[in-house]
C-alpha cells in the first residue's frame, strides 16, 4: 500500500522560510518521478513543483520560481521542499504524491504565511 507522509509546515511571517519533508512507503521511491501540490481554501489542488526519479526539477510552477526547492534522497525514500521568501498566496496543504497519480494522498502538512 502506497504511503505519504508530509511534515514540516507551520506557522510563519511573510518573507520567511519554512522546509517540507515527505516519506514514501510500499514503492520503490527511487524510480518515480515526485511532485509537491499545495491545496488553499476554496481552490483546487496544483502541482508546484516535482522532481524526477534522478533528481532533476521538472513542473516548476511561475509563482514559485526562484523561492523554492525541491530535492530527494532516494536511500531515505524522501522528498524535500524548501521554501523561501514566504507569501500570503503561498497558505495552502501541502502534499507529495507520484507525479500524475490520483491516488493515495497524504494527510498534507499545512503552511500558513502571515502577512
Known amino acids: 500500500q502506497v504511503q505519504f507522509v508530509e511534515s514540516g509546515g507551520g506557522l510563519v511571517q511573510a518573507g520567511g522560510s519554512l522546509s517540507l519533508s515527505c516519506t514514501a512507503s510500499?514503492?520503490?521511491?527511487?524510480?518515480?518521478?515526485i511532485g509537491w501540490y499545495r491545496q488553499a481554501p476554496g481552490k483546487q489542488r496544483e502541482l508546484v513543483v516535482g522532481?524526477?526519479?534522478?533528481?532533476?526539477?521538472?513542473n516548476l510552477a511561475d509563482s514559485v520560481k526562484g523561492r523554492f526547492t525541491i530535492s530527494r534522497d532516494n536511500g531515505k525514500n524522501t522528498v524535500y521542499l524548501q521554501m523561501n521568501r514566504l507569501k500570503p498566496e503561498d497558505t495552502a496543504v501541502y502534499y507529495c504524491n507520484i507525479i500524475g497519480s490520483s491516488k493515495s494522498w497524504g494527510q498534507g502538512t499545512q503552511v500558513t504565511v502571515a502577512s
Open positions: 522532481i524526477s526519479s534522478i533528481g532533476g526539477t521538472t
Open positions: 510500499g514503492i520503490t521511491f527511487s524510480r518515480y518521478a
